[in-house]
């Protein structure tokens, strides 16, 4: 009697020895969810969704405080990728979020440019150049389209510029076909 | 005798090949107008280097490779360049792109070239950057620059294989090349053979092709003093089966090995040239030529069906009119049945990768019946060349599951098209194939972009945080150093009143 408590006594302490170690050693650090989420999101920053970025919003959205239906860039692709994730169902945009809009660049006109640095400050990815009174320009490469430097700017001079479709980035298209009724 | 392999599946369209063989290969006369294009080869376009106005000479540099995979291009005849600037190629998407258009002014004044005299004395690496600068290209069809694939590194090259199947039907250039220009397309291949180090050189061909293949062997044994061949030459005809001259499929029949998926021929030591692209290669290093021409099959709906060496960027509609065009033609193929694309329009150039164009009429290509439900008979299992499951992709692609169709192999598919071929619903197999595979690298390319972004914005948020600390590390010390400057200030002063 005494020998088996001693025994189940021993083997609680020895387990619970390792389990409080590998609480320690194997720490998940940060929400994997959250990154999880996060690599689905466009990363565009443009804060459509109300959060200051997708990160925030990736958190949001992790716990339980964002619906999964309020980023545009994402598209209703995205939507899918994140209701497939999180085990919920699709849901449309609606509400108070915009219509996803055709990729496009920002353009700075530079004649109109007056050096002032509020869309460099605005910029989330850093993909303006420029400096105070100096003419700034857009790295079109970086630029993800998010369009909060067209707002601060005093003498409107950005404007978004939709991407056209060239040979470069051309892709094929869905194949047509079926019985068409005569 | 040789021992041969086969690969899995393949099919026997019919040839159509001996009405483009009746006659020998002619020489295009210079067009009105060149469009030359300046990305004409698989990876960067070439960087103009020409200006509108500027007077060029036949075989000058237009083009600067641009990029690792990239390779030159040059004005194919002397004469002005009146435009650079966005025209119609021959692209499945119908969308212009950057050319140079030029002017001949009809005298065909050379450049200065400068020939290799001794291409053994040099290292293959100057020899690669030679065909670069040449413009020389893979001639089969996906106009891959020749350098690039020269380039093997360490990899030992036991085996270089000269394509010269030609497995599609109706395309019959390389054929007539081969009965023409046997010997150049030896010489040539004797000079891959030296860049790759091989031992053995195969030449395969077709055996519908018998005069092909004479000439080639006719060309190997004429103990020419200049030949000098190294290694092993040996022609060997290969048996007549769609896609038989797909680098893959060929290198099974002639080896027994498969290129694993994934890795490239030179990874089990075997690599495949086109015959034609050894003939640009010996003109490159032989003669300082760069690539200006090309043999163009016009077949199909035309009364005159024959090979032409047309200089690159003569218009389709200059070059077909040669071949007699029949009045019921209801459009053109550039490239073969099977694998070429309908051209949007006749006012596009040939360029280096144009093969042939066919004239299409509603006898040769009816129109298609339209596609039914796939009803699982698996036949395009059968002629699957790349041992694939054509139904799952098709399934998969049609679904737009493309996780499922990439792990179904979807690009190890070759895109022969022998699935569509056999298919009894009519269903544009490849079609589907072609849109999942450009989906996924659009979808690549995206998640590439959003991860740079993702550590753009981190960068940035981490700038803006470490800028606010150091504004308020140096406020504080300038605190700092008013609160010290004015106990100094007391400190003087008090020493001053005592």
Known sequence: MFSALLVMATVAIVLGAVLGFAAIKFRVEGNPLVDKIDAILPQTQCGQCSYPGCKPYATAIAAGEADINRCPPGGEEGIRKLADLLGVDFKPFGGDTAAPKPKSVAFIDESTCIGCTLCIQACPVDAIVGAAKQMHTIIAAECTGCELCVAPCPVDCISMMVIEEKITNWKWKYPETGLTPT | MRTLYTFHGGIHPPSHKAQSTQKPIARAPVPSTLIVPFHQHAGEAAKPVVQAGNHVLRGQLIGLPDGFISSAVHAPTSGTITAIGMHSVAHPSGLPNLCATL??????????????????????????????????????????????????????????????????????????????????????????????????????????????????????????????????????????????????????????????????????????????????????????????????????????????????????????????????????????????????????????????????????????????????????????????????????????????????????????????????????????????KSEIHAREKEKRAADIARERHEFHLYRIEREKQEKAEKLAAREKAAVAAKAVVEHTGESVTK
């Open chain 2, 103 to 436: 002017v001949p002014d009809g005298k065909d004044e050379w450049t200065t070239l400068s020939p290799v005299t001794d291409y053994r004395s040099h290292s293959p690496a100057e020899l690669q950057q030679l065909l670069r600068m040449s413009g020389v290209v893979g001639l089969g069809g996906a106009a891959f620059p020749s350098d690039i694939k020269l380039r093997v590194g360490k990899l030992k090259i036991s085996t270089l294989i000269l394509n010269g199947a030609e497995c599609e039907p109706y395309i019959t250039c390389d054929d007539m090349l081969m009965r023409k220009s046997a010997g150049d397309i030896v010489r040539g291949a004797e000079m891959l053979r030296f860049m790759l180090d091989a031992n053995e050189v195969l030449y395969a061909v077709e055996d519908n092709k018998p005069e092909a293949i004479l000439a080639l062997q006719q060309a190997i044994s004429a103990s020419s003093p200049d030949l000098q061949l190294g290694g092993r030459h040996e022609v060997i005809a290969i048996p007549t089966i769609y896609p038989g001259g797909s680098a893959k499929q060929l290198i099974r029949v002639l080896t027994g090995l498969e290129v694993p998926s994934g890795k490239l021929p030179t990874d089990i030591g075997v690599q495949c040239f086109n015959v034609a692209t050894a003939g640009s290669v010996f003109r490159a290093l032989a003669h300082g030529e760069p690539l200006l021409s090309r043999i163009v099959t016009i077949t199909g709906n035309v009364r005159n069906a024959q090979n032409f060496e047309a200089l690159i960027g003569t218009p389709v509609d200059e070059l077909i009119a040669l071949g007699d065009v029949l009045p019921n033609t209801n459009g053109y193929i550039m490239g073969g049945p099977m694998m070429g694309m309908s051209l949007p329009g006749v006012n596009v150039p040939v360029v280096k990768a144009t093969n042939c164009v066919i004239a299409a009429s509603e006898n040769i290509f009816p129109l298609p019946p339209p596609a039914l439900p796939c009803i699982r008979c698996t036949r395009c299992v059968e002629v699957c060349p790349a041992d694939l499951q054509p139904q799952d992709l098709y399934w998969f692609s049609k679904s737009r599951d493309f996780g499922k169709a990439q792990a179904s192999s979807l690009f190890d598919c070759i895109e022969c098209g022998a699935c569509s071929y056999v298919c009894p619903s009519h269903i544009p197999l490849v079609q589907y194939y072609r849109f999942a």
